[in-house]
């Protein structure tokens, strides 16, 4: 579904002018983010997988004052692979906790063998005394929607519907029913549409990718 026909599809449903289309849209974005940056899971207690085509390769360079560096700007989650400018793999720890314990100090100098992400920040030890490149990769942030041809940004297509329509619906229906002697049924309606669907992403989703995301 492109964004046009996702809003008239909101539009529908609400049958509300006060939410214009504007509004609509930073829905259906937030939507998307949320999706991608991963729901609670219907599966287990973990949160719903990296959508594999939002996975992307980058570099960095490490500098020569400090243990770390600023992930790219569209980092969303999962630094999935590092590698030297050689080709050898790094190391990626378990946890930032786990890092600095083998590393309290952060200030171990020599060429780069274990990293971790923690905090949007590339973490890593050694420190080089030449700045270095290293290949990532991860997960990026999805492309939000704003012309009407846009399509959602790895979100597989059949369901655009099943999570962006539902879970915008759901969010402005929880404005909408706030307050009204505590029943909420259209709010309870597209949550739990939108959780359906969530399973049905994790279901669809190869499990190698699904497993990643246990840790």
């Not at 780069?112 to 990532?136: L, M, W």
Request: net charge negative; proline share 5%.
């Amino acid at each position: 579904m492109i964004l046009s026909e996702l809003v008239a599809a909101v539009t529908t449903i609400i049958q509300d002018a006060s939410f214009t289309e504007d509004i609509i849209i930073s829905r259906l974005n937030e939507a998307q983010s949320e999706v991608a940056g991963g729901v609670q899971s219907t599966l287990g207690s973990w949160l719903t997988p990296p959508l594999p085509e939002l996975l992307t390769i980058d570099t960095i360079d490490t500098v020569t004052d400090a243990a770390y560096v600023a992930m790219p700007t569209n980092f969303q989650r999962t630094l999935q692979f590092a590698a030297s400018s050689e080709g050898n793999e790094i190391d990626i720890a378990d946890s930032f906790i786990s890092f600095v314990e083998v590393y309290p100090l952060l200030d171990k100098s020599s060429s780069v063998v274990e990293c971790c992400e923690f905090g949007n920040n590339f973490y890593y030890q050694g420190i080089p005394t030449a700045s270095a490149e290293i290949t990532i990769h991860y997960y990026r942030l999805p492309t939000d929607m704003s012309a009407d041809a846009d399509e959602p940004d790895g979100i597989p297509s059949h369901l655009h519907r099943g999570l962006l329509i539902n879970h915008a619906c759901w969010k402005i229906y929880d404005l909408i029913e706030d307050g009204i002697d505590g029943v909420m049924p259209n709010t309870e309606k597209y949550m739990d549409l939108f959780f359906n669907a969530a399973r049905i992403l994790e279901l669809f989703i190869p499990y190698e990718n699904r497993k990643l995301n246990l840790h």
